[in-house]
């Protein structure tokens, strides 16, 4: 008798350490929709900058930012998309920067303005979409992006100050030119102040500030953003 009673124990306890063992590669995953799914477009060959969402909550501080296959319940590897977040007095910054195409499963864990505890699920499906670029050269002052230009509609350089000299592909046309603080949304969750700008004219653009380029061909639009780092 005290043999089997042993034996039994023996067994509940090598189950209760599988299952803590599980728990530590195994995430909790919560109900949803499948039919809600948020279809992105991006050009996957673009720099990584080209191809992330960045979304801010306001008065949040986020918790945890998981991405994970449902169908296992395992972590995503980083090779599909990697996450990211900062918080700050403002509220949560949260940053996915997708690799592959197909669907990312996003869980979000944050305590609200309010200190109450929120779980949200997103389904995101990737689409990798060839992006055109409007222009066939670039200069900014005296920085020249010619040989940047391709595949990422973001560009990333120094701050400047002088004239920008661009030539459009055939077809396209010049619809907008402005400037904006470029850290405003991340670190505020507010919208920047647009700058409008006229083509020619002398441009100071400090660090941390945007550059933008706006076209159309048809029904077409692309933008070519120049972030000064």
Not at 25 to 33: E, G, K, L, T
Not at 190 to 199: A, C, G, R, Y
């Amino acid at each position: 008798m005290k043999k089997r009673l042993l034996t039994i124990i023996s067994i509940i306890l090598m189950t209760v350490l599988m299952l803590g063992s599980m728990g530590t590669s195994v995430f909790a995953i919560p109900n949803y929709d499948e039919s809600i799914v948020e279809t992105l477009h991006y050009d996957l060959k673009s720099d990584a900058g080209s191809r992330s969402i960045v979304c801010f909550t306001k008065g949040a501080k986020t918790t945890s930012l998981e991405l994970f296959d449902p169908a296992s319940g395992e972590k995503l590897a980083s090779s599909r998309a990697v996450a990211s977040f900062k918080n700050n007095k403002y509220g949560t910054s949260t940053k996915i920067t997708f690799k592959k195409k197909g669907r990312v499963y996003v869980r979000h864990k944050y305590i609200n303005k309010d200190g109450q505890s929120c779980d949200t699920f997103r389904v995101i499906e990737i689409v990798d979409t060839p992006y055109t670029c409007p222009i066939k050269t670039l200069k900014l002052g005296k920085i020249n992006m010619t040989k940047k230009l391709g595949h990422s509609q973001n560009l990333v350089g120094k701050a400047f100050k002088g004239k920008v000299i661009f030539k459009v592909k055939k077809g396209w046309k010049l619809t907008e030119i402005c400037k904006y603080n470029g850290t405003t949304f991340e670190t505020t969750g507010n919208s920047p102040k647009i700058t409008t700008l006229k083509k020619g004219k002398t441009v100071t653009l400090k660090k941390g500030w945007n550059y933008r380029l706006r076209f159309k061909k048809g029904k077409k639009t692309a933008s070519i953003c120049y972030k000064a780092r």
